[in-house]
């Protein structure tokens, strides 16, 4: 069933008891920033009262930065189908804007690494999400285990042999299947980094180990791509993108985004 149409009616929205005390007059309100945020969501909005029919007409495009204050859209139609979608849609608009919110200063904040982001999202919001990350100015890692090689400190220990995980590197390569591979160590990094990598991963180095691990690789493989993840916030993500890796993944972008502050005004 489509995700919104799903929404609506977990919130009960063809049935609404309370607005019936209300008079079924036409009604236009506005959607209204409460905060700073950047925009994402208004295609989704628009879905969800289209399904109640009411019309949702955007005044500012996914993507844009807007001051506290700023009018996102209006809505317009039957007061009582107006309130019935209220909520999905600013539930939607408000979560959506909250990942492209937090993105945008990480991505600010990072410059000029890129910001990536991870599968660390809400179960069946995935592809709104990882959209929302990219009107944020971050990019997407793999939507899941089915598009992408990622061999993390689970799957190398699971084989239990570092030259049998050569060979698995090297048949990926062999297929042309861009392979992320994750180092625990500066040994480990040093060694993956003769493998036939697209991405070597950095995971939970301090930032003085960041940059001395960094360093090392690039003599080793000047063009191998060098990604630093685990224990990345925003107090922390300048000093460790400043280590001279190319990008930063942030399950924060998606499992910590706080929802952003909008509001339906009729």
Known sequence: ?????RALLEDGAFRDLTSAIIPNDQRTGIFLAKQDLVVCGMDVARRAFRFVGVS??????????????????TVTGPARRVLAGERTALNFV?????????????ADLAAPA?????R????????????????????????????????????IAALGD????????????????????????????????????????LDNFSVPALRRTVRAVRNLNPKLQIEASGG???????????TGVDRVSVGALTHSAPAADISLEL
């Open 1 to 5: 069933m489509d995700i919104v149409k």
């Open 56 to 73: 949702f007409a955007p005044k500012v495009r996914d993507g844009k930065s807007v001051k506290k204050g700023a009018v996102l859209a």
């Open 94 to 106: 408000q979560q959506l804007s909250g990942v492209a919110t937090i993105t945008r200063k990480f």
């Open 114 to 118: 890129r910001v990536f982001d991870t």
């Open 120 to 155: 660390k999202t809400t179960p069946g919001l995935r592809e709104l999400e990882k959209y929302a990350v990219r009107c944020g100015g971050g990019y997407n890692h793999r939507m899941g285990l089915h598009d992408g090689v990622m061999i993390k400190d689970n799957h």
């Open 162 to 201: 570092l030259d049998v995980l050569r060979e698995k590197v090297e048949a990926f390569a062999a297929a042309r299947r861009p392979v992320v591979l994750e180092a625990a160590s500066h040994e480990q990094a040093l060694l993956f980094a003769t493998f036939p990598v697209a991405v070597l991963m």
């Open 232 to 242: 990345v916030n925003l107090k922390t993500v300048r000093a460790i993108a400043r």
